[in-house]
């Protein structure tokens, strides 16, 4: 029954939907006050009076994943402590106790107070302590870390009932807690939790990708432990020479091995040379010849993970982002523990997320109605051909465009061209005002008066089709090209320099050729060259050549955050797509990022020691103005 009421949408979103009408149910640190969940930014506002204790407690934010949590009432003493209990609160699956206690003597002295929270561990020693005599503790820094034994007194080692020891960290603090008034929610929340540890084991059994590969000479995933490997499948690029053409693991050692007579039952072998031949190849943007022997090392051995792992490079070095996910899933089935397939992962969802979003495709009804003379309707705004495009209105050469469309038809080989001689032929340039037409029609009719076996084009018509080359003559990066654009257009800086994904930060001769080629190549004094092609060339080289930037690009940092129902922002690109495949490595989180308060007190601190720094500046340049004067004043 849970599972059919999540199905439709992510257990968080349903979670915190229902959480909003519990509410009431829902208090924060102390006896009376706003709730703030502790954390995790504002969600339900008003106030909560608190005269009986809270069923249970949610814990989060801790650096101690195992503290974090759902936390039910005893209704007994626990056995084995010498501490005075009012209240306990014990962790469904760990053993972390959250319990209200006396207070020892010392701690009474400095606090005033009776009582006291602690967090005990399942060792049963107390590790963080929080002012008592309250029904509700706060979260982050109202708690600090203890040191005492499973008998309540202070640790030899650390010094003091409240000592700070020198591995203290605050990132182990509670960050964000939440007292839960009813039952009925606590249920709630403790079904949720079975839910997201479902899904966690879903994804590490690997339930949702791609099916192992099987077939070949067995399934193992790298060669047997002590296997020697020929000469030339063993790489190394740490001097930041290309071994592709030097040294022992050239591209020409590695297909010579390949002939040798001894290699015909050495499988292992042959499947290492022919990765080394596709990593080669890939490497001088020989694509065919590189998929060719990627793919003859996986027929050996399918599940050899490091060449499943060169396989989806190469697929991001030409663009094939789908491609690309579908090689890497599998790569992620057939090692979870391998380095770097979540980053890979996170990059290839990237770039086709800046595919779908900012390079333009032509749509499918359109390319498929495509006629001899005429390749498409092609939308403007403003009621004005010569108009920003609207590529998502564009309609095929059959489609009748009724009045109120403005725009033009791009026909195959004739109209009116730009001054560079690039733009293409246009017919039917039109403003909203015009009669129902066809672009197969026009282009035909357009292209009967240009050689001449049709009525010509009158002055106005022929002075309307150079306008509207003209100002599509400026736009390379667009469909106007009959669907192919130039790689500079495209959102891949690495694709913009032709350059492959995974070039070493420390290798700078590698980007610096690459630059170079491109610049040479679309220099606005070269045929097909233009200044916007040589400025993204440019740009895409002063990204990829500061790793900072680099990581940036590869990580998402670009894309917007959505925003959450309380205002908060929301996960960036990279953390949606590492809980996509890795929801291990996150928390349960039913009341939203824990640490959102926190981060927005830093920032609030960080504006006010800015303004700070500003006015100081301020009242210095009016002390020396005033100084000036009286300068002046006193010659």
């Known amino acids: ?50 005269t009986d204790p809270p069923v249970g407690f949610f814990l989060g934010g801790s650096s101690i994943r195992d503290m974090n949590g759902l936390y039910s009432r005893e209704h007994r003493v626990p056995n084995g402590f010498s501490h005075t209990f009012t209240f306990s609160y014990r962790h469904d699956y760990t053993g972390w106790r959250l319990c209200l206690v006396g207070a020892p003597e010392d701690v009474k002295r ?37 040191h005492r034994t499973k008998s309540a007194q202070p640790d030899p080692k650390a010094g003091s009932a409240v000592a700070h020891a020198m591995e203290d960290d605050e990132e182990e603090l509670p960050w964000q807690l ?29 339930q949702k990708l791609p099916k192992l590969p099987v077939g070949g000479k067995g399934t193992a995933t790298s060669p047997p432990e002590g296997f020697q490997a020929p000469k030339a499948a063993l790489p190394g690029e740490e001097d930041g020479t290309d071994t592709c053409l030097e040294g022992s693991a050239s591209l020409e050692n590695a297909e ?6 001894k290699l015909k039952s050495d499988h292992w072998s042959v499947a290492m040379l022919q990765l080394r031949r596709a990593i080669c190849y890939r490497r001088r943007r020989e694509f065919q010849l590189a998929n060719d022997a990627v793919d003859a090392s996986l027929v050996l ?41 979540g980053d890979w992962l996170v990059r290839v969802h990237g770039h086709k997320r800046r595919q779908e979003t900012e390079f333009l495709t032509e749509k499918p009804e359109v390319l498929q109605g495509r006629t001899p003379g005429c390749i498409a309707w092609r939308q403007t705004g403003g009621c004005s051909p010569t108009g920003l495009l609207e590529p998502s209105a564009d309609k095929p050469c059959n489609a009748v465009i009724a009045k109120g469309n403005s725009g033009f038809c791009q026909c195959a ?22 009669e129902p037409f066809t672009c197969a029609a026009k282009c035909a009719e357009r292209q009967q008066a240009e050689s001449g076996h049709g009525p010509k084009l009158t002055d106005a018509a022929a002075q309307l089709a150079a306008e509207v080359s003209n100002a599509v003559d400026v736009q390379p990066c667009t469909l106007l090209r009959g669907g192919e654009l130039p790689e500079w257009c495209q959102p891949n800086h690495y694709l913009v320099l032709g350059i492959r994904c995974d070039f070493p930060d420390e290798h700078g001769d590698e980007l610096k050729r690459a630059y170079k080629k491109r610049s040479l190549q679309y220099h606005p004094d ?15 080289h002063q990204v990829l050549l500061d790793p900072e930037k680099r990581r940036a690009f590869d990580e998402g940092a670009d894309f917007p955050r959505k925003v959450q129902h309380d205002g908060a922002e929301g996960e960036t690109h990279k953390e949606e797509i590492e809980k996509k495949y890795f929801p291990e490595r996150f928390d349960f989180a039913p009341f939203g990022d824990p640490h959102s308060d926190r981060r927005e007190a830093k920032a609030r601190q960080q504006r006010l020691l800015e303004t700070k720094r500003q006015e100081a500046l301020a009242r210095e340049d009016v002390h020396r103005e005033l100084l000036l004067v009286v300068q002046v004043l006193s010659i």
């Open 1 to 50: 029954m849970v599972r059919a009421l999540l199905q439709p949408q992510p257990w968080r979103l349903v979670l915190l939907q229902l959480t909003g009408a519990f509410a009431n149910s829902l208090v924060g640190p102390g006896a009376v006050g706003s709730y703030q969940g502790g954390g995790g930014g504002r969600r339900f506002g008003g106030f909560a009076r608190v």
């Open 110 to 146: 400095s606090s005033g107070r009776q009582t006291e929270w602690v967090l005990i561990d399942p060792d049963r020693a107390d590790r963080f302590r929080h002012d008592g005599d309250q029904l509700i503790p706060g979260s982050g820094h109202r708690w600090s870390h203890v």
């Open 178 to 206: 939440v007292g839960v008034g009813e039952e009925d929610m606590l249920r709630r929340l403790k079904r949720y939790f079975t839910f997201y540890k479902h899904e966690v084991q879903a994804a590490i059994d690997g």
């Open 256 to 261: 010579a091995e390949l002939q040798g007579p």
């Open 301 to 341: 051995y399918p599940r050899y993970a490091a060449a499943i792992e060169e396989l989806g490079k190469l697929q991001v070095d030409q663009g094939l982002y789908e491609r690309a996910i579908h090689s890497f899933e599998t790569l992620l089935r057939v090692d979870r523990k391998r380095p770097f397939v």
């Open 413 to 434: 080989t004739s109209g009116a061209r730009g001054k560079s001689g690039t733009a293409p032929a246009t017919a039917a340039e039109s403003d909203c005002e015009h």
């Open 526 to 540: 070269k045929l097909g060259g233009s200044a916007q092609a040589f400025q993204r060339v440019a740009d895409s």
